[in-house]
């Protein structure tokens, strides 16, 4: 998501009250957790094959919005903008929370990694700890970029370290390699007047991590990806590229996919610290590269254009089937070399109205062997599944939406941010409800239920 600076502005100041009384301290919140519920919400529609198990609504201190997840085990780690959550999905039916972590800094965005937790922090805080009182985005000396956290006691997480970042951290990509994780961190200039985002800010911060010593954790390189200034001539609804929004690694292939705001590129990662880009593309239609993800096979990756930056209403008959979409590629790899080839568009035809925001925006693959299907959240237009077998002509298999009002008088509603399946069932982290837990009963995509992941960050995409 990338919201206007005086959105932005509001949350700071919701997430700066939620913090009162906490400065210095790592807060685990002492709550009685709110029930799970067994049925859909009231004004819900969804295609047949799909069902809607449980949801759990957002506990006290997280009333600010809901982002991204990671998976570890028995758990799912939801991001928050006022810090994250620890579900505890044993029984997908009955997820239970085991525990809060208040920890304001704005995005949320997660990644995990054994017994850690990389946290990214995109609004300028007073220091690098929870707590930290939100700080004048002009103060040369303000936080942003990754906090780390311990979570090897999954009630009781603790504060290890931070590492601040040029332009903070929008959102951070896992890359492991054995006694070492590589954070990729992405992140753009918002503005000229922020002191430690200045554009052109055209690179990426790569923060390596020591397994055994990870409060030493610092910044190893900071690559510029696009040395000739990016994509810098698009105007109005078009983003120019300063920077990347979001990275997906393929390390089977040492491959990565950037969604770089004006740039879609793929990355030789073959060297952690000195990703090289290796083939780009552009497309008139897409307002903001967004996200990526890569077939099983390696032999093709879907793109996301967030058009309007996920607070316009673009699933409208006006804006079409071609902008706010999914971009769908061949990928053909040779000797170093790559190679990308359009396919098609797919957006999601159930047009929402003019009071909806609605855009492509996080999903994953359904791990079905041989096959492409794609679960994906459209933030109010919901959960959708997708069938790019045929890279061509991608088609809409199942939905869930939990919300199908349309009307003006809606003032909250709900807004699907990340939407990845684990182990058998899709979680839905919606901004406002808070975690949803949807199981498909489509026969195509049975086989998934036999895929097991110990561990799954959506961003660092494993071959099943």
Not at 170 to 196: C, F, K, M
Not at 241 to 264: K, N, S, V, W
Not at 320 to 345: I, W
Not at 394 to 423: C, G, L
């Given at each position: 998501?990338?919201?206007?600076?005086?959105?932005?502005?509001?949350?700071?100041?919701?997430?700066?009250?939620?913090?009162?009384?906490?400065?210095?301290?790592?807060?685990?919140?002492?709550?009685?957790?709110?029930?799970?519920?067994?049925?859909?919400?009231?004004?819900?529609?969804?295609?047949?094959?799909?069902?809607?198990?449980?949801?759990?609504?957002?506990?006290?201190?997280?009333?600010?919005?809901?982002?991204?997840?990671?998976?570890?085990?028995?758990?799912?780690?939801?991001?928050?903008?006022?810090?994250?959550?620890?579900?505890?999905?044993?029984?997908?039916?009955?997820?239970?929370?085991?525990?809060?972590?208040?920890?304001?800094?704005?995005?949320?965005?997660?990644?995990?990694?054994?017994?850690?937790?990389?946290?990214?922090?995109?609004?300028?805080?007073?220091?690098?700890?929870?707590?930290?009182?939100?700080?004048?985005?002009?103060?040369p000396n303000a936080f942003e970029g990754i906090r780390i956290f311990d979570i090897s006691d999954k009630t009781a997480p603790q504060y290890v370290s931070a590492v601040r970042t040029d332009c903070g951290s929008h959102t951070n990509t896992l890359l492991q390699g054995?006694?070492?994780?590589?954070?990729?961190?992405?992140?753009?200039?918002?503005?000229?007047?922020?002191?430690?985002?200045?554009?052109?800010?055209?690179?990426?911060?790569?923060?390596?991590?020591?397994?055994?010593?990870?409060?030493?954790?610092?910044?190893?390189?900071?690559?510029?990806?696009?040395?000739?200034?990016?994509?810098?001539?698009?105007?109005?609804?078009?983003?120019?590229?300063?920077?990347?929004?979001?990275?997906?690694?393929?390390?089977?292939?040492?491959?990565?996919?950037?969604?770089?705001?004006?740039?879609?590129?793929?990355?030789?990662?073959?060297?952690?610290?000195?990703?090289?880009?290796?083939?780009?593309?552009?497309?008139?239609?897409?307002?903001?590269?967004?996200?990526?993800?890569?077939?099983?096979?390696?032999?093709?990756?879907?793109?996301?254009?967030?058009?309007?930056?996920?607070?316009?209403?673009?699933?409208?008959?006006?804006?079409?089937?071609?902008?706010?979409?999914?971009?769908?590629?061949?990928?053909?790899?040779?000797?170093?070399?790559?190679?990308?080839?359009?396919?098609?568009?797919?957006?999601?035809?159930?047009?929402?109205?003019?009071?909806?925001?609605?855009?492509?925006?996080?999903?994953?693959?359904?791990?079905?062997?041989?096959?492409?299907?794609?679960?994906?959240?459209?933030?109010?237009?919901?959960?959708?599944?997708?069938?790019?077998?045929?890279?061509?002509?991608?088609?809409?298999?199942?939905?869930?939406?939990?919300?199908?009002?349309?009307?003006?008088?809606?003032?909250?509603?709900?807004?699907?941010?990340?939407?990845?399946?684990?182990?058998?069932?899709?979680?839905?982290?919606?901004?406002?409800?808070?975690?949803?837990?949807?199981?498909?009963?489509?026969k195509r995509l049975k086989g998934a239920e036999k895929v097991r992941f110990d561990e799954f960050n959506p961003q660092n995409q494993p071959r099943y």
């Amino acid at each position: 998501m990338s919201p206007s600076p005086e959105r932005s502005a509001r949350r700071l100041r919701r997430i700066a009250a939620a913090a009162v009384g906490a400065a210095g301290l790592l807060l685990s919140l002492a709550f009685a957790p709110p029930a799970a519920a067994d049925t859909p919400p009231a004004d819900s529609i969804s295609s047949d094959n799909i069902e809607h198990l449980a949801n759990v609504p957002k506990p006290e201190g997280f009333e600010d919005t809901n982002s991204d997840l990671a998976f570890t085990g028995d758990y799912a780690i939801g991001g928050n903008y006022n810090g994250f959550v620890i579900y505890d999905i044993s029984d997908p039916a009955d997820p239970q929370i085991t525990s809060t972590v208040l920890c304001p800094g704005g995005q949320g965005d997660v990644s995990v990694s054994g017994d850690l937790l990389y946290f990214s922090v995109d609004y300028p805080r007073a220091g690098e700890e929870c707590g930290a009182a939100e700080s004048d985005p002009e103060d040369p000396n303000a936080f942003e970029g990754i906090r780390i956290f311990d979570i090897s006691d999954k009630t009781a997480p603790q504060y290890v370290s931070a590492v601040r970042t040029d332009c903070g951290s929008h959102t951070n990509t896992l890359l492991q390699g054995g006694e070492t994780d590589y954070i990729y961190v992405s992140s753009y200039a918002p503005s000229d007047r922020y002191p430690n985002c200045q554009p052109p800010h055209d690179k990426v911060a790569i923060i390596e991590v020591p397994l055994d010593d990870p409060a030493s954790a610092e910044i190893a390189a900071e690559p510029v990806l696009f040395p000739d200034g990016g994509n810098h001539d698009q105007d109005g609804l078009l983003r120019p590229t300063e920077g990347c929004h979001d990275i997906t690694m393929f390390p089977e292939r040492d491959l990565a996919a950037g969604a770089c705001m004006g740039d879609g590129i793929i990355m030789d990662i073959s060297d952690p610290l000195a990703p090289e880009v290796v083939e780009r593309v552009r497309d008139e239609n897409f307002a903001f590269w967004h996200s990526a993800t890569f077939t099983n096979n390696g032999k093709g990756v879907l793109f996301t254009d967030e058009l309007g930056g996920g607070g316009a209403a673009t699933c409208t008959p006006e804006i079409g089937p071609e902008r706010g979409a999914n971009a769908v590629y061949g990928l053909k790899t040779k000797k170093g070399k790559a190679q990308l080839d359009f396919k098609s568009y797919f957006k999601i035809d159930r047009h929402q109205g003019t009071e909806q925001n609605c855009v492509a925006h996080n999903g994953s693959l359904i791990p079905v062997k041989g096959k492409n299907y794609f679960v994906q959240s459209w933030y109010q237009g919901g959960v959708s599944i997708i069938d790019f077998n045929d890279l061509s002509k991608p088609k809409e298999i199942a939905y869930f939406d939990a919300d199908d009002r349309v009307d003006e008088s809606i003032e909250t509603n709900t807004n699907t941010w990340s939407t990845y399946y684990y182990n058998g069932y899709i979680y839905n982290s919606d901004i406002d409800r808070g975690l949803d837990v949807l199981k498909v009963t489509d026969k195509r995509l049975k086989g998934a239920e036999k895929v097991r992941f110990d561990e799954f960050n959506p961003q660092n995409q494993p071959r099943y």
